[in-house]
């Protein structure tokens, strides 16, 4: 119970760090920084559970913006040679001009509910998660995230992967058979699942938001417990999700 399983399929990696920095510039925009995103000219088409790619890089680059007052964020993506002809290495790394980390709170941020002592963490918030689960997904892609950080200067998290190349699996016929559409998954197009989004925090409301959204949610946002019980009152919701430190009111009570 509770195993994930990661779902291959074919990716263009180009396309999808463009999505990512689609999903992410407002975020940076908004704080004044820079967002750069640099990647190999030909990364090609991979099997990749892009899904859970995208909410590690989600992840890590709304965290690089929280803790970053001046300067930029920059993504990076590479492709080397795998172990044979059949496989690419990938190397991704998120690097800020931040607040960076000290070198023995290193060893410790990507242990669950684990938050830096720092003024600048308190006032940023968030239950110590992120990091945690991202890198339990990079493990289970084979790979593993790590930090190279300096007070003052900035960090940079990274981690490589190695994926099959879509081009060594055989897709079958180039023009499959019509199947009927799905009647349960028209439905659900017709009638997207509502949510209510109730988080103090902007930059985790809106990478929430973003992420939902992509997904044919339509979702609604308060920034406290109060608002939150006065949205739920007064429209019909079938997911509300809650942040549990919040100011006014918080998600337990």
């Known amino acids: ?72 964020v920059t993504l990076r993506v590479t492709s080397t040679a795998g172990v044979d002809a059949h496989h690419r290495r990938l190397r991704i790394s998120v690097s800020d001009t931040g607040v960076g980390i000290a070198p023995e709170d290193q060893s410790t941020i990507f242990r669950r509910f684990v938050q830096l002592d720092g003024s600048t963490a308190r006032r940023q918030g968030g239950a110590g998660l992120g990091l945690a689960i991202s890198q339990a997904l990079i493990q289970l892609m084979g790979g593993e995230i790590r930090c190279d950080s300096q007070i003052g200067r900035g960090s940079d998290f990274w981690f490589e992967i190695e994926c099959v190349s879509a081009s060594a699996v055989e897709t079958g016929p180039t023009s499959p058979p019509e199947t009927p559409i799905d ?71």
């Open 1 to 72: 119970a509770g195993r994930i399983e990661l779902k291959l399929a074919p990716c263009d990696v180009a396309k999808l760090v463009h999505d990512i920095e689609h999903l992410t510039e407002t975020l940076a925009l908004e704080k004044g920084l820079s967002l750069n995103c640099e990647m190999d000219a030909d990364l090609g088409v991979l099997l990749i559970d892009e899904g859970r790619l995208k909410q590690v890089l989600m992840n890590l680059i709304s965290n690089a913006v929280k803790f970053t007052s001046e300067g930029g």
């Open 183 to 253: 009647a349960e998954v028209e439905a659900q197009n017709a009638n997207p699942v509502r949510i209510l989004l109730v988080e103090d925090n902007p930059t985790n409301r809106l990478v929430a938001c973003r992420i939902l959204e992509a997904a044919g949610a339509v979702v609604e946002t308060a920034m406290n417990g109060q608002e939150g019980l006065q949205a739920a009152t007064n429209g019909a919701f079938d997911v509300i999700l809650m942040d549990v430190q919040m100011p006014e009111m918080d998600g337990v009570t």
